[in-house]
């Protein structure tokens, strides 16, 4: 679900599958099937120190699906799983539910819903490609998308498999959003100013991005911050959707224990299916993060209040307490690998202004008040780094509240 993953296309190589992503504390994950060995020679030993990783992470299971995709499911007992190898989380009770799910306030009297056009219809909801069998994990298993050696040898090194690259920090106001373009990664996002903040949700429109080269992702997601932005003591949840072929920094989705999953029926890691067309079906995915008021766990819901797990309080040093700022938006890789801005898409790799059907949308975004109440935020920012390659366009309306527009096709005469 990270979130997920989706499908892209890399000249030459095969379909990748688009995937729903998780990240905590600066960690990410994306994984697709990509034939590495045709790219470099790995020696027996090598392989065989990836194996011994892989039978670490990859833990028993009582039962084993095959996607469509190739993906592989293993349900694993929930007690077995991943999360719970952190040392900080040796005699962790795993939370069934949390004690309350936050509050929506009812609508001001006399407030309008606007018709929504009929040209702008969203089709249900994304799921996940290996539902499609019908085959479900058991009571008291969750499921859990296994890791392979190609994904390993796609990671710079077995130390990087399944960690996001730590960002670059520049000096900044307290106020501006955790993002930076001179490590390569570009943003376009929409996001609150400094306060106090206990989770946020949004609905988050799902394509397949064009990526250019195997080092590169898109992502689409929200990040929920608190800490110090020079990076030595940032704490960053993240979830949402990731298209690559890509292992790079921090932990993602299930790689690195501390996301502990509660749900049988959701993958993290695992493709979406179906994705959004241009001019055609659109489709996409709601992602609630909140803090449980009472327990201090941050948790991820899905859907229709769908809930996937959390991520416990004992790994957190700011957020601990709370969040300070949200960011909603689009995040890509620019390696310049041919000398000139890449062109991979973000997004659906349409640019803001081409609106419904052909631009990828953020919509209905919201933020939770120390009351544990949902909110429109009064008031949002918006960043695009290099508007030439990728842009952002903000709005409000009473069927969508608070949304934007975002995204773009990197490489073009005006984005060199």
């Not at 009582?62 to 349900?75: F, W």
């Not at 299930?254 to 999953?261: D, E, K, M, R, S």
Request: neutral net charge; contains cysteine.
């Amino acid at each position: 679900m990270g979130f997920l993953e989706r499908k892209i296309n890399f000249p030459g190589l095969p379909l990748l599958p688009l995937v729903l992503a998780l990240v905590f504390l600066e960690n990410f994950t994306l994984i697709s099937a990509l034939n590495y060995t045709n790219y470099r020679q790995v020696s027996s030993l090598r392989l065989k120190r990836i194996q011994r990783h892989l039978n670490n992470i990859n833990k028993p299971a009582v039962m084993t699906i095959e996607s469509p995709d190739g993906d592989i499911i293993d349900c694993v007992h929930k007690r077995k799983q991943p999360a719970l190898d952190h040392p900080l989380l040796k005699n962790h009770k795993i939370q069934r539910m949390p004690s309350e799910m936050p509050k929506v306030k009812k609508k001001k009297e006399g407030e309008i819903e606007r018709e929504m056009k009929s040209n702008e219809t969203v089709e249900q909801g994304a799921w996940q490609m290996w539902h499609t069998n019908g085959t479900r994990c058991p009571k008291g298993t969750v499921p859990i998308r296994r890791s392979s050696v190609y994904d390993v040898l796609r990671a710079k090194s077995l130390f990087d498999f399944g960690k996001k690259r730590r960002s670059i920090y520049l000096s900044r106001r307290t106020d501006a959003p955790d993002v930076i373009s001179s490590n390569g990664h570009e943003h376009a996002i929409a996001y609150t100013g400094s306060q106090e903040v206990y989770g946020a949700k949004a609905t988050i429109n799902v394509w397949d991005p064009s990526i250019q080269v195997v080092n590169e992702f898109s992502l689409s997601q929200i990040w929920v911050l608190s800490g110090s932005f020079d990076g030595s003591d940032l704490n960053s949840i993240e979830a949402g959707w990731q298209s690559d072929s890509y292992q790079a920094t921090g932990c993602y989705n299930l790689l690195c224990a501390g996301f502990v999953q509660t749900n049988s029926r959701i993958a993290i890691g695992a493709a979406i299916s179906p994705v959004s067309s241009y001019a055609g079906n659109q489709y996409d995915i709601t992602i609630l993060i909140w803090k449980d008021p009472k327990v201090g766990n941050w948790w991820m819901g899905f859907g229709d209040n769908t809930l996937v797990g959390y991520w416990p309080a004992e790994l957190f040093t700011h957020l601990a307490d709370h969040a300070t700022m949200v960011e909603w938006g689009g995040e890509v890789v620019n390696s310049r690998a041919n000398g000139q801005h890449t062109s991979t898409h973000m997004g659906s790799g349409r640019f803001a202004e081409d609106g419904f059907g052909k631009a990828s949308y953020f919509r209905n975004l919201q933020i939770v008040d120390s009351d544990n109440s949902l909110n429109t935020p009064q008031t949002i920012s918006v960043l695009s780094e290099n508007i030439n390659c990728y842009n952002i366009e903000s709005s409000y309306n009473n069927e969508w509240g608070t949304y934007f527009y975002y995204g773009g096709p990197g490489y073009n005469p005006q984005c060199a």
